[in-house]
């Protein structure tokens, strides 16, 4: 199986792009999703989190209040480094876990962290979605009701497009509408599909 990571910076539509894959019945994988899952109250993620940062990040339901504790580990890189090293290698581990289990010709690995967590390696190429700072800008708005300065704080955090383009196989740019997204996944899917067939290379688990 061809493994592919699709990553990009905040806002530039990797959900969307991952939707499309995933339409085309390509396995995802997305390392959010399991992030989220590890940090639940009974998680061994959760009572380091806590340890480590305090109650004061527990919400009213008992469970860890991803906005107030990114508030705090976004405005200083030591606590991002911190709450990093506790997520990042549980995330890794629960990835080759669940892509051992798949089936097909190739699968996508959600990692929007992919290089900012030297997760790279676990990919056979690397997909790179991008678009306009400022639509990306408007975007996380609209969803999230963020204001621009937290999400150029955020942004900053993050690898720049130059550095995503130079250490990318592929690249998407998200910026015409969903039209055209469709055939750039449509293009790629065919591409990764051939490339997955034709590759009689044994592949390693990720």
Do not use: W
Not at 191 to 205: E, M, Q
């Amino acid at each position: 199986m061809l493994h592919v990571a699709l990553t990009g910076g905040i806002g530039s539509g990797k959900s969307t792009v991952a939707r499309m894959f995933a339409e085309r019945g390509v396995p995802v994988v997305d390392a959010d999703e399991i992030a989220h899952g590890l940090m639940r109250r009974g998680e061994p993620a959760f009572q380091e989190i806590v340890d480590a940062f305090g109650p004061e990040f527990l919400g009213a339901n008992g469970e860890i209040d991803r906005h107030h504790l990114g508030e705090r580990v976004f405005a200083a890189a030591d606590e991002r480094r911190r709450l990093e090293a506790i997520v990042h290698p549980r995330v890794r581990q629960e990835i080759v876990r669940q892509v051992h289990h798949l089936d097909g010709l190739y699968c996508l690995i959600v990692v929007p962290l992919l290089f900012e967590a030297g997760m790279q390696d676990l990919a056979d190429r690397v997909l790179v979605v991008d678009c306009s700072e400022q639509r990306r800008i408007e975007r996380v708005r609209a969803r999230s009701g963020l204001s621009e300065d937290r999400i150029r704080t955020i942004m900053k955090t993050q690898v720049s497009f130059a550095e995503h383009r130079r250490l990318a196989d592929d690249v998407i740019i998200n910026d015409n509408g969903l039209n055209e997204l469709e055939g750039q996944v449509e293009g790629l899917h065919q591409r990764y599909r051939a490339l997955a067939g034709n590759d009689s290379r044994p592949k390693a688990d990720c």
